[in-house]
């Protein structure tokens, strides 16, 4: 129903990325909330190519068992515990030894809110529970605003990828302000995830043309009406997105440059052009 | 019997019940005493008394008592 994507003759559909010395074939890290049936996750899932997974950390139900853990790890998809929830660094430090004992990886999505209604990332916080999850050899994937110099502190302390929201959690409102996350990209030094916010594939497709690593989203598919077809949107947006970053674009210019020849137009043409020639006065613009 | 609070409700364990039983009875699986699940499988838990988490491979030796909070966690759903 969603075939894989066909690679260009040259060129792989997508590229691995290695953090911490681990690769993933995909680029697209997904979540798992926001969906009532784990059929359809699943399915999503698979549809979107996934190779890292978050999870939230949360008491142990007897209806639901370990089955969301079963299904992530007879997928050989990695996971990747938040910290969803916490409001301090204490609370998060908790959640994140919890995630590692039950899970067996030193990976957390660090994530420290200022409050429910917002859901943004308390900056102070977050900065002082990186640095504490960091020294005691956590590799912390910082969800943070989009920041520039928030992102620079993160990575200062010890992050081994720092997250910028596109919007808030679950807004779909896409990237807000592309200009930060495009600066954030030019000078990090670790993984850039665009985490949270994003609505739709062009969205994925934009972050990776600003510079990001990697797209984090959930919502955007899984409170999609079709999740498993926007899944494979995303993972196809991704890609695109990844390999239009690394074409070269052209330049933005206001006035039209023709692609085809002006040299060797036929005689009936060129008189009629001759006699319409005044019309082209446009005044000079250039950006940049 | 000792009652302590396993998340979040009262839960009554007879007297030298050990933390590795109690995982057991809660997940309905048998485990090792090294906390490994009998059936090879991976347990996918973690556990904590009184707010400190407490290392599968302790969970033999730990002893449970009148009055502990006992949260046993696992993955759920989320971003």
Known sequence: ?288 | MHTLTLNGAAHDVAPGSRLIDLIAEVTTRSLNTDGTPEDGGRLGVAVAVDATVVPRSQWHATELTDGQNVEIITAMQGG
């Not at chain 1, 559909?13 to 009532?36: E, F, K, Q, W």
């Not at chain 1, 928030?150 to 910028?164: F, K, Q, S, Y």
């Not at chain 1, 890609?239 to 006035?255: D, E, S, W």
Request: aromatic share 2%; proline share 7%; with cysteine.
């Open chain 1, 1 to 288: 129903m969603h075939p894989a994507p066909t690679p260009t003759p040259t060129r792989p559909a997508s590229d691995p990325i290695t953090i911490d010395g681990v690769t993933l074939g995909s680029r697209l890290i997904m979540g798992t909330g926001g969906i009532s049936s784990l059929t359809v996750l699943e399915e999503a899932l698979l549809a979107s190519g996934t190779d890292l997974t978050t999870v939230a950390m949360r008491r142990y139900s007897p209806e639901m068992g370990n089955s969301l853990f079963t299904l992530l790890e007879r997928n050989d998809i990695r996971i990747l515990p938040n910290t969803a929830g916490c409001y301090t660094a204490r609370d998060a430090l908790l959640t994140a030894e919890l995630g590692r004992e039950a899970l067996e990886t030193d990976w957390v999505k660090l994530e420290v809110i200022a409050d429910e209604q917002t859901l943004l990332p308390d900056a102070v916080e977050l900065v002082d529970a990186t640095e504490t999850l960091a020294n005691k050899g956590f590799k912390v994937f910082a969800y943070t605003s989009d920041d520039p110099v928030v992102a620079a502190r993160l990575e200062d302390v010890g992050a081994t990828a720092v997250m910028p929201l596109g919007a808030p959690i679950g807004t779909g409102l896409g990237i807000l302000n592309p200009h930060n996350i495009e600066l954030i990209t030019s000078r990090a030094q670790v993984p850039v995830v665009l985490d949270a916010g994003l609505g739709t594939a062009s969205e994925a497709a934009l972050a990776m043309e600003l510079g990001c690593d990697a797209v984090l989203l959930a919502s955007a598919v899984t409170r999609a009406q079709d999740p498993v077809a926007m899944a494979h949107a995303m993972r196809l947006a991704v890609q695109a997105g990844r390999l239009a970053a690394g074409a070269g674009r052209i330049p933005v210019r206001r006035h039209a440059l023709a692609s085809s020849p002006v040299d060797g137009l036929i005689d009936a043409v060129t008189q009629q052009e001759a006699a319409e020639v005044p019309r082209g006065d446009w005044p000079q613009m250039s950006r940049s």
